[in-house]
C-alpha cells in the first residue's frame, strides 16, 4: 500500500479553554514533529486577530491576520488554509493541530479545511476538549456571547449554551480532563447528551491515536447529516446517576396556539432538548426544535419527504431517505414529533402531560388538512419574521 504523505490534521475546539489548551499541549508533546494553530478573536472587536503558531518548545510566530467584512470568523477562514498549506509544503510537520477560539464552532472550520484544503493534507478528525465538572454550567448558560465576552462578531447573536451544545454534539471525540470537582452526574449527563462519541482521557495514549485516525479522513458530509433534524443521530432513552433522557415520539400534530404558549416551560424543563417536530397548521414543514441555557431556537427545517412528489425522492440525500423510511407510517408517512430531552431532575411525567396537552384533540384532529389550516398561526412570528 503506498505511503500516505498528507499532512494530517486535527481540529480542536471547546468553551472549555483550560481543557482545550492542556489537550492541544499533550499532543504536541506526544507526536514529535506537530505543530498548533490558533486565532485568537478575543480582540477581534477591535479590529484585531492574532495568529499564533506553537510547538512543544514554544511560540514559534505570532502575527496578525486581516479582518475579513468586520468578521473574526471569515479571517480565520481566509487565513487559516493558506498556513496550512504552507506547512504541508514544508513537509516537515508531522501534524497539524487546529486549536479553535472558546465560541467558533468547528463544523464551520471542518468543512473549510475538508473542501479548501486542497491535496496536500487531509482532515483526520474533530476533537472537542471537555472538563466534565462544567458540562452542566455551560449549558444551562443562557447569556449571549457578547456578554461573555465571547462574541465572534459584532452580529453574533448566539448564546453559551447553545455554542457549547453544538460543538459538543458535533465532535466524534471528547477529549475529557478530568478534575477533583466531577462526579457521576457529571459523567452521566456527558453520556446522555453524546452516547455516540468515543471519550479519551487527555492523558492517555489514545489521545494522539485519536488525532491521527491511522490517515483515514474526516467525512464533513456524514457529520453534517447527524446533527440535521431530518436525520440527527439522537440520544435514546436513559436513566442513570440522576440524569434522565425522555425520548417522546407522537404521530399525531401539535396545536400551534397551545404549543406557543407552552414553549417556555418546555425549553425550561430541561438543560438540553433537540429534535423535529410536526404544526397542524404547517401540516407540510418539518421544524427543528433545539434548546439550552433555557434558550429556544425554533426553524424550518424544509419539507417532511411525505410532502414531496415521488420524483422529488431522487434529489433527497440516501441518509434522509433512509431516516424517514425508519419513521415511515402508512397514513402520515415521516410527519411526526420526535423530541429528546436530557436533563439532571427531569420532571419525566410532567413534561410528557405537558407535551400531550399540546397535540391536538380528537376533535381537533378529525377535521383533517383542511380543518387545521384554520388553527391560530401562533408560530408567524418565529418562523415568518418580518
Known sequence: MERDTRLPVVIVGGLHADARKDVVDRLLRTVPGSVALHHDLAGAAHGEVRRLIRDA??????????????????????????????????????????????????????????????????????????????????????????????????????????????????????????????????????????????????????????ALVGRTYFDVEAAAAAQHPACALLPQEADDAGVTTLVWHRRRPFHPERLYRALEDLCCAAARSRGRFWLADRPDTLLAWDAAGGALCVENAGPWLASLPDAAWEMVPPVRRAAAALDWHPEHGDCCQ?????????????????????????????????????????????????
Open 338 to 386: 420526535h423530541l429528546v430531552f436530557t436533563s439532571p431532575g427531569l420532571d419525566r411525567d410532567g413534561l410528557e402531560r405537558l407535551l400531550e396537552s399540546c397535540l391536538l384533540t380528537d376533535a381537533e384532529y378529525e377535521a383533517g388538512r383542511d380543518g387545521w389550516k384554520h388553527l391560530p398561526a401562533a408560530f408567524d412570528s418565529l418562523l415568518d419574521p418580518v
Open 57 to 210: 518548545t514554544g511560540l514559534l510566530a505570532e502575527d496578525g491576520a486581516p479582518l475579513v467584512n468586520d468578521c473574526a470568523c471569515c479571517a480565520l477562514r481566509e487565513d487559516l488554509v493558506p498556513e496550512l498549506e504552507r506547512l504541508a509544503d514544508g513537509r516537515l510537520t508531522r501534524l497539524a493541530v487546529v486549536e479553535l477560539w472558546d465560541s467558533v464552532e468547528p463544523k464551520a472550520m471542518a468543512e473549510v479545511v475538508a473542501v479548501h484544503g486542497g491535496d496536500g493534507m487531509v482532515l483526520t478528525n474533530v476533537i472537542t476538549a471537555v472538563d466534565p465538572a462544567l458540562v452542566l454550567a455551560y449549558l444551562s448558560n443562557g447569556d449571549d456571547l457578547a456578554e461573555a465576552g465571547l462574541a465572534a462578531a459584532p452580529t453574533d447573536r448566539r448564546t453559551v449554551g447553545d455554542t457549547w451544545a453544538r460543538q459538543l454534539e458535533y465532535a466524534p471525540v471528547l477529549a475529557l480532563v478530568d478534575t477533583d470537582e466531577a462526579d457521576d452526574e457529571d459523567r452521566a449527563l456527558l453520556a446522555q447528551l453524546h452516547p455516540t462519541a468515543r471519550r479519551v482521557a487527555a492523558d492517555s495514549a489514545e489521545l494522539a491515536e485519536a
